[in-house]
């Protein structure tokens, strides 16, 4: 299976930027997507095919990357951005998951 | 308004079987693949299997394969998620989650339904 990799947590202000990053044990193309798990909730997707945004998503959450290598941004961070934020792959079969990066405001 | 209402969890033990289902509404049900996803106690999130629009065709993480079956009513706009032999590490909540158009990926997920297996 393919493996990603997410760095655990981060901890970050309102109205900085913020980068979280994903990487996988293979290459995925371009078929990486982002979820956001708000605490209590199911997850809501944000981004798709590694750099879409997601219908009603606002503009300052964006992603990029190809190959083994992606990242989502935000820009800038809002309170109501704390959340866990999951990566997912689906070039390669079965899909998977990264562990997630729970992002808190300070 | 797409809804995704998952039902039938609940305390199982070791060795029996569960039925969980899932309506569907605000879309046409009969057009899209559909998936179930779990994810543990600890948050890791794992791709349980999909079955196709129609129902004739279905997909599994190969380590599930052999204990879960997906089907689907789309008379009923309803998918299932047959869980058999259940173990302590089934224990999650189970998500029902309509996949993209396009894209193997989950664009609308219910609110989800725990399974607690134990004796």
């Known amino acids: 299976d393919t493996v990603l990799t997410q760095s655990p947590a981060l901890a970050v202000s309102p109205g900085e930027r913020v980068t979280i990053s994903c990487r996988a044990s293979?290459?995925?193309?371009?078929?990486m997507h982002w979820y956001q798990q708000k605490p209590g909730q199911q997850p809501t997707l944000l981004i798709y095919l590694a750099s879409n945004l997601e219908s009603g998503v606002p503009a300052r959450f964006s992603g990029s990357g190809s190959g083994t290598d992606f990242t989502l941004t935000i820009d800038p961070v809002e309170a109501d951005d704390t959340a866990t934020y999951y990566c997912q792959q689906s070039w390669n079969d079965p899909r998977t998951f990264g562990g997630g990066t729970k992002l808190e405001l300070k | 308004e797409v809804q995704l209402v998952e039902s039938g969890g609940g305390l199982v033990q070791p060795g029996a079987s569960l039925k969980l289902s899932c309506v569907a509404s605000g879309f046409t049900f009969s057009d899209y693949w559909m998936s179930w996803v779990r994810q543990t106690p600890g948050k890791t999130m794992e791709w349980i299997g999909d079955?196709?629009?129609?129902?004739?065709?279905?997909n599994y993480a190969p380590s599930l394969k052999n204990r879960f079956t997906i089907s689907r009513d789309n008379a009923k706009s309803t998918l299932y998620l047959q869980m058999s032999n259940v173990r302590s590490e089934d224990t999650a909540t189970y998500y029902c989650?309509?996949?993209?158009?396009?894209?193997?990926?989950?664009?609308?997920w219910g609110q989800g339904v725990m399974v607690t297996v134990s004796s």
């Open positions: 293979e290459s995925v193309s371009t078929l």
């Open positions: 989650t309509r996949e993209g158009a396009t894209e193997a990926l989950f664009d609308y």
């Open positions: 079955i196709k629009y129609d129902g004739s065709y279905t």
